[in-house]
């Protein structure tokens, strides 16, 4: 089974300030297509979770553009250039390529 | 606009059988993936699994066992039946779209949840 791990598990970030989440996985996420199979979700409080990004590093419709993925192998990160309030929630990592996996989830806090 | 909604009983007794089931409307069942996912107290999100009109079927490998995905076309539904539950199944259910992304080159593509059921909270407790 393919094991992925997040860090930080928690991150205050202050209001304009850029974030970064890292997501390892146990083997390659690199299809033999050639295609990342990673995606990141975000939970904000109170809500169901929403795709963020695809295939590694693909935004999803209506994403902002200071979100973006990036990584490759195993491993991978998701960046926010300027953190907004609206961004708090729990980040997650999913592995796709074999069943799928989140990892533990990074809490995103302002500070 | 694609819309989900969960439904099922909120309490379930210990070793009895879970069943929730995925309304959809504005989509066809027969069109796309359908999955569930599930946030136990003070935890992550979980993977149970996916189904395809196709009968392509993918479930968590530690919940196979136990777990039943199945579509019903007639009432554009899906659903999810669990059984042998336990305290640890406590947890809010997610019903989920897949969207289909294409992967030039190939003739499969590449899913990903994009349309989110808001959740449905299952406590097992006698």
């Given amino acids: 089974d393919i094991v992925v791990t997040q860090s930080p598990l928690s991150l205050p970030v202050s209001p304009g300030e850029p974030a ?19 995606d990141w979700y975000l939970q904000k409080p109170g809500q169901s979770p929403q795709l963020l990004i695809y295939m590694g590093f693909n935004r999803a419709s209506g994403v902002p553009d200071r979100f973006s993925g990036s990584g490759s192998g195993t ?24 069943t799928r996996t989140f990892g533990q989830g990074t809490k995103v806090e302002i500070k | 606009q694609v819309q989900l909604q969960e439904s099922g009983p909120g309490l379930v007794k210990p070793s009895e059988t ?9 989509a066809y069942i027969s069109e796309y993936y359908w999955g569930w996912v599930r946030r136990p107290p003070g935890k992550g999100l979980e993977w149970i699994g996916y189904i395809h009109y196709n009968g392509l079927i993918n479930h968590n490998p530690s919940l196979t066992t136990r777990l039943t995905i199945s579509l019903d076309t007639s009432k554009n539904q899906f ?15 997610y019903c989920a ?30």
């Fill in chain 1, 75 to 98: 491993d991978f990160s998701l960046k926010i250039s300027r953190v907004e309030a609206e961004d708090v929630g729990v980040y997650y990592c999913m592995q796709t390529l074999q």
């Fill in chain 2, 97 to 126: 779209k897949f969207r289909a992304y294409s992967l030039p080159g190939y003739n499969y593509n590449y899913h990903s949840m994009d349309v989110w059921g808001q959740g449905t909270t299952v406590t097992v407790s006698s």
């Fill in chain 2, 18 to 26: 879970l069943s929730l089931t995925c309304t959809v409307s504005g």
């Fill in chain 1, 20 to 38: 970064s989440i890292s997501c390892r996985s146990s083997q390659s996420l690199i299809h033999r297509n050639g295609y990342t199979y990673l």
């Fill in chain 2, 79 to 93: 659903s999810l039946k669990l059984t042998s539950v336990t305290a640890a199944d406590t947890a809010i259910y």
